[in-house]
């Protein structure tokens, strides 16, 4: 099947998540609002988020056609597509699982963004930069660890078995923590090096999902937006404490 | 199937889109933390979250136990339950677009919770109320109508079909829209007063959600928590502008 992953062409955000499970399952799939043409470019998202007739419009982007479904929500994105790509167990009680860690890593993604965007989404940045601040002390003190101490905790006690989260070989679940350690490092980089001797197993298993062949070649093509000041990770040396 | 649900004794939160789609179906379930013994109370909770056992460990409340699953995330909750309790559409791709839908209204309900908590959900209101009177006037400007004029456009694509907003029968979306405008009204009453003209197809669908047998007899019974400055719906009149 040929999928259509309609994002934001110019930052990572939340679809670099299905980018990941896309170029580490080698699909075959088109990047829409990166091409030109009929139905591509931003275009290509506004004309499905603006559409009236019945079915099922997303709220937001991303969201993948495949075939006549149009999917929205990331982790809805995933779990529909760990199932085609075979980056999720087969037994239901581990998709299940599977789902709820990546529903975890979804609510750790939005307080991410929140801290460089505490009053409005609409605002910009330099308007908000001082409740950023506030927020931004509780974010690295309280909830990264939080969200980092149970995530290690999970990969340990799979320990044994692989590197990975779920069972013996790898799913989205890993290749979304990937994502969320590299993102980290990049908006944060004072405080995880601090932090990372005591999250190993989160350490390791990013160092394994970046050296998988599909995922390294991805990463060092032009097809991997750099990181950058409009997206989920923002590095503003400020909120770095 | 006996169904155990854990999520705190003294608001709806979260924990109460799950309640109503128990209640809806008429399912066998105990509210453990409303309970009193062992495995019971708060304590019931906190035993599972600090189980370090291998396992699927829930990051947060609510949490369901359905024989040996242990499920957590709200929706990820009310999908397995959707499927068990014939709250959802028996066809996949209603299954995923259901889920789609409950997704959005899990970020509405973060959103909903942070204008009361634009810093730190370790702070009380009254150390960020500063940060919520700026946030609030954003929210109410700009996100609740673009949420709730989605929904409205989902249901008014669906009319003709039913009062409901996926095809003919009731499913775990319209109790948890029900929730929405029953919180926001709550919360924002004199700004829902405003609003209303605009959504009748809200209005409608939480009318004849309350007036089910099922739930009328919750909400008049006391199990059915009332709103209170604790949970995510908080009605603090200065926010309510």
Same mark, same amino acid.
């Given at each position: 099947?040929?999928?259509?992953?309609?994002?934001?062409?110019?930052?990572?955000?939340?679809?670099?998540?299905?980018?990941? =499970?896309?170029?580490? =399952?080698?699909?075959?799939?088109?990047?829409?609002?990166?091409?030109?043409?009929?139905?591509?470019?931003?275009?290509?998202?506004?004309? *499905?988020?603006?559409?009236?007739?019945?079915? $099922? +419009? +997303?709220? =937001?982007?991303?969201?993948?056609?495949?075939?006549?479904?149009?999917?929205?929500?990331?982790?809805?994105?995933?779990?529909?597509?760990?199932?085609?790509?075979?980056?999720? #167990?087969?037994?239901?009680?581990?998709?299940?699982?599977?789902?709820?860690?990546?529903?975890?890593?979804?609510?750790?993604?939005?307080?991410?963004?929140?801290?460089?965007?505490?009053?409005?989404?609409?605002?910009?940045?330099?308007?908000?930069?001082?409740?950023?601040?506030?927020?931004?002390?509780?974010?690295?003190?309280?909830?990264? #660890?939080?969200?980092?101490?149970?995530?290690?905790?999970?990969?340990?006690?799979?320990?044994?078995?692989?590197?990975?989260?779920?069972?013996?070989?790898?799913?989205?679940?890993?290749?979304?923590?990937?994502?969320? *350690?590299?993102?980290?490092?990049?908006?944060?980089?004072?405080?995880?090096?601090?932090?990372? $001797? $005591?999250?190993?197993?989160?350490?390791?298993?990013?160092?394994?999902?970046?050296?998988? +062949?599909?995922?390294? =070649?991805?990463?060092?093509?032009?097809?991997?937006? #750099?990181?950058?000041?409009?997206?989920?990770?923002?590095?503003?040396?400020?909120?770095?404490?």
């Amino acid at each position: 099947m040929h999928y259509e992953l309609y994002y934001w062409p110019n930052i990572q955000g939340r679809g670099e998540f299905v980018r990941l =499970a896309l170029e580490e =399952a080698g699909a075959d799939y088109s990047d829409m609002a990166r091409l030109e043409g009929h139905g591509k470019g931003i275009e290509g998202i506004v004309q *499905i988020l603006e559409n009236t007739k019945p079915g $099922s +419009p +997303p709220f =937001a982007p991303p969201f993948l056609k495949a075939g006549k479904l149009i999917i929205g929500q990331t982790a809805n994105i995933l779990q529909f597509l760990g199932l085609r790509l075979g980056l999720v #167990p087969t037994a239901n009680s581990k998709q299940i699982w599977a789902h709820q860690l990546q529903l975890t890593i979804a609510d750790f993604v939005s307080e991410i963004h929140d801290v460089h965007h505490p009053i409005a989404g609409s605002l910009y940045y330099k308007d908000q930069k001082r409740e950023a601040r506030r927020k931004a002390v509780y974010f690295l003190k309280e909830r990264v #660890p939080k969200y980092l101490d149970y995530f290690e905790r999970i990969l340990i006690s799979n320990t044994g078995k692989s590197p990975y989260t779920l069972g013996r070989r790898l799913s989205y679940v890993d290749l979304s923590l990937f994502q969320i *350690i590299a993102g980290l490092r990049y908006a944060f980089p004072k405080k995880m090096k601090r932090l990372e $001797s $005591s999250y190993l197993g989160l350490v390791m298993l990013h160092d394994k999902v970046a050296s998988r +062949p599909n995922i390294a =070649a991805y990463l060092a093509s032009e097809r991997r937006i #750099p990181f950058n000041e409009y997206g989920i990770f923002r590095h503003y040396p400020e909120l770095d404490a």
